[in-house]
């Protein structure tokens, strides 16, 4: 199905940019991991969003998606994989789906972490950061999940029911990947096992890995006063901009981001409908 606006991340950034998106009569589509592994659900208490102090993080982010909902807002669980443009769409791989949008906010959060060493070289040829999307091609053969979410395990399941041999590694810090023309093996936390394929499974990718050429500093993607990127029809909100890490400024932006988002898809309605 087409869009004007894509949401990537579903936190108060990304549910801010949805609003917004609606507010100004433009259908958008939320694709973003389960709400109970965004960061905010683990808050006891959040004080400093204004005019709702004493809140737990559930009951906030819950209040906020409630909102969404009720002004139309369309959801879908999963992983943004990758994204291109063509023409004046976006097309964007969501595990083995694909959706198209005419802009796209991006608030997916913080990608915490380095890439691993071999985890760049070996990318296509034995890692991956998607089972559903690859596991068949390592039905009957050893892989290792490196799993950092309730998701990953599920995605672990997936895998031994194929038929993979499934080692899994809860939440490594320190992992490397290597082999000779495909993987061979990993080690992590100074445990080695052979295998054909290593599973990825971070919440968050680096926001350069789904765009591109995106420009970022510090590891933060550079916008400017309407949100946008530098990448035409990609805006950007929240936590992935930089500090303050906090709800009030997420929201803030978000719905800068999706006014600015609804905008540029409306000028491209009216450029292909004169």
Known sequence: MSYDVLVIGGGPAGLSAALNVRARGRSVL?????????????????????????MSGPQL???????????????????????????????????????NAKAIV????VARGKKFPGEAEFLGRGVSYCATCDGML?????VAVLGYSDTARKEAEFLQGI????????????CTITGGDQVEAVTCDGETVPVAGVFLLRPTMAPTD???????????????????????GVFAAGDCTG?????????????VAGQSAAGYAAEIWRKTNP
Not at 75 to 99: C, H, P, Q
Not at 106 to 109: D, I, N, R, S
Not at 246 to 253: I, P
């Open 138 to 142: 390592y039905r009957g053969r050893p």
């Open 210 to 232: 789904l765009f591109p050429g995106l420009a970022v500093e510090n590891g933060y993607v550079t916008v400017d006063r309407k949100m946008a990127t530098s990448l035409p």
């Open 106 to 109: 991006l608030a997916a959060g």
């Open 243 to 255: 500090g303050p890490l906090q709800v009030s400024k997420a929201a803030g932006e978000g719905l």
């Open 61 to 99: 982010l819950t209040a906020l998606r409630r909102h969404a909902e009720e002004a139309g807002v369309e959801f879908r669980t999963g992983k943004v994989l990758n994204a291109v443009r063509m023409g004046d769409t976006w097309y964007v791989s969501i595990e083995s789906d694909m959706e």
């Open 30 to 54: 939320v694709v973003s991991n389960p709400m109970e592994e965004n960061p905010l659900w683990r808050a006891e208490k959040v004080d400093n969003y204004l005019g709702l102090p004493g």
């Open 163 to 174: 038929g993979c041999s499934v080692t899994y590694f809860d939440r490594p810090r320190r």
